[in-house]
């Protein structure tokens, strides 16, 4: 038995349905009215918390697949984000994985964040696993923090720990500025992105990243280790984009404006966050994960990219504005 938590979340269910293939699962989800969980799973209900009882959930599993977390959230209006964060992601992560430890589960695996290691990285100087962590936000601080915190626990009680931290993850159903873009793309509205040639960003394909949570499961050599993930090409934002418009068969309407102009433009908003994202680079070094797996993507960035566009063009008119 596998017990997953944040199963109704964008990772978690795509997860659930290739775990449910494949084996007996058991799911948690919050105690939250209008979530479905998926027939005929076993499910348990709860909260992320320091004092959450997750014993009877526990019977049985050999592993738990920990996706549940407070996520990153562009306009935080908790009094303290760092402490709120800290709250579920690190003293809830630690609770749940004392108790699976206490229960004989075998193995533990958890899906932290790129933003671990940063937010950005150097031209030709990509991010690996095994380098000094370096977050820069609540979020990624208190992912940071509950990696100390289970690696400690590994070594406590021999439970295995393996941490997977990926970059921005596209596919079905994604939303927030990937959504953004398709729409924009999608409509025909030019966007002033065209010169952003120069900058690299990892991403994975939800495929991609499903493909390995479910290796990182059972793998002798996944013990104890920690990984990055991506789809094994790094893209400039102006290749993402025309990729991203060939696989909804929509020309990239991209406008050549420099991008020293869109970081001054976006620092006079307040928003330099956005030109980071936009303009600067992230790219992650999967080495580890290839050589000590034997792991490769199944699917490439346009595979991806066609997947994601094909599941929203067949969705209802609504659930695309």
């Not at 997953?4 to 799911?27: D, E, K, N």
């Not at 002033?192 to 493909?211: E, K, Y």
């Amino acid at each position: 038995m596998i017990l997953v938590t944040g199963a109704t979340g964008f990772v978690g269910r795509a997860l659930c349905a290739a775990l449910i293939r494949s084996g007996s699962i058991r799911i948690a989800v919050r105690n939250t009215a209008g979530e479905s969980p998926a027939d005929g799973v076993d499910v348990v209900r709860g909260e992320l918390s320091a004092t959450a009882d997750w014993s009877a959930a526990m019977a049985g599993v050999v592993a738990v697949v920990h996706c549940a977390a407070r996520v990153h959230v562009m306009n935080d209006d908790a009094v303290d984000p760092l402490a709120e964060f800290r709250r579920i992601n690190v003293e809830g992560s630690l609770q749940l994985a004392r108790q699976a430890a206490a229960a004989g589960v075998r193995r533990f695996v958890f899906l932290s964040s790129i933003k671990v290691n940063g937010e950005q990285t150097d031209p030709g100087r990509p991010f690996t696993a095994d380098q000094a962590p370096g977050p820069l936000d609540p979020y990624g601080i208190s992912k940071m923090e509950a990696e100390a915190a289970l690696r400690a626990l590994a070594r406590e009680t021999g439970m295995a720990v393996v941490i997977i931290r990926p970059p921005l993850v596209y596919g079905p159903a994604v939303k927030g500025n990937f959504l953004a873009m398709m729409r924009a793309l999608w409509r025909g509205i030019p966007l002033p992105l065209g010169a952003v040639t120069a900058n690299r960003r990892s991403l994975v394909a939800l495929d991609n990243l499903v493909d390995l949570i479910v290796t990182c499961i059972a793998h002798p050599a996944a013990a104890n280790q920690t990984f990055l993930v991506s789809d094994a090409e790094d893209l400039s934002t102006a290749a993402l984009l025309r990729r991203m418009g060939q696989a909804l068969g929509r020309p990239a309407r991209l406008l050549p404006v420099p991008v020293g102009i869109l970081r001054l433009a976006a620092t006079l908003l307040g928003r330099p966050g956005i030109a980071q994202r936009l303009c600067g680079s992230l790219e992650v070094d999967i080495d580890k994960t290839r050589h000590l797996l034997g792991w490769s993507p199944p699917l490439s960035v346009d595979q991806g990219l066609q997947r994601t566009a094909a599941h929203w063009m067949t969705a209802p008119q609504s659930a695309r504005r």
